[in-house]
């Protein structure tokens, strides 16, 4: 199947500090893409859904100022949590749709676990 | 009441035994179904898509999506010790966001 890269694969920053993200769709192109939290022993939760060329559209309760998300390419978004702090430590995921093979077809990446002190 | 609703488990069971995961929802517009897998500390995987209702089969894993009921399963068959994982059902309506299950631990014991 397609190929969804995440980096950096795990993060650990002090509070006060920003993180940025990277999702990186390796072999296609990803008009769509979405940024999901998932908490331990929870279910992914959606945050945010990031449109190449435009302004993401973010989840109620997501506070956009503080999740940054960048579609600036079809293979590239970025996720840039500012300010962090510790109730923000989480697991991170992309996920990303092939344009050109359907709207079902949505991959996810590796993840990103963040571990604000 | 949450729009899809998923027995978080733990599931344990033997090696070689059939393995069922369910999942019910609420929203009747849902008409994509997928289960995914995903091990600890990893991303989820896609394992099976199902458009609407009825039966799809894929090596030794089955899925099934009954609308009428608002339920969907996914089998197991000669289940195995690399099966051991979270297995996430999702659904969406349209080209609208998945929504996904809680997940079910499974652990297949040798």
């Known amino acids: 199947g397609a190929v969804v890269s995440q980096h950096p694969s795990r993060v650990i920053c002090k509070s006060g500090t920003s993180v940025k993200i990277e999702c990186r769709s390796l072999?296609?192109?990803?008009?769509?893409m979405f940024w999901y939290r998932q908490f331990p022993k929870q279910s992914l939760m959606l945050m945010a859904t990031?449109?190449?060329?435009?302004?993401?559209?973010?989840e109620q309760g997501v506070e956009k100022d503080k999740f940054l998300i960048n579609h600036a390419s079809l293979t590239l978004s970025t996720l840039t949590v500012t300010s962090a702090h510790p109730e923000d430590s989480s697991f991170y995921i992309c996920s990303a749709r092939d344009r050109l093979a359907g709207r079902e077809t949505q991959y996810f990446g590796p993840g990103t676990r963040l571990l604000v002190l | 009441q949450k729009e899809v609703e998923q027995d978080p488990g733990p599931l344990s069971v033997p090696e070689g035994a059939i393995v069922s995961l369910n999942c019910t929802y609420s929203?009747?517009?849902?008409?994509?179904f997928m289960w995914y897998r995903q091990y600890s500390r990893k991303g989820p995987e896609l394992l099976m898509y199902?458009?609407?209702?009825g039966n799809k089969e894929d090596g030794r894993f089955t899925a099934q999506v009954d609308k009428s009921s608002k339920y969907i399963s996914l089998f197991i068959r000669d289940s195995q010790p690399s099966d051991s994982a979270t297995y996430l059902c999702a659904m969406r309506a349209g080209a609208n966001n998945l929504f996904f299950g809680t997940g079910t631990r499974l652990t297949v014991i040798p």
């Open positions: 072999d296609f192109q990803a008009t769509t």
């Open positions: 929203n009747s517009a849902f008409q994509y």
């Open positions: 990031s449109n190449e060329g435009s302004k993401a559209t973010y």
């Open positions: 199902t458009y609407s209702s």
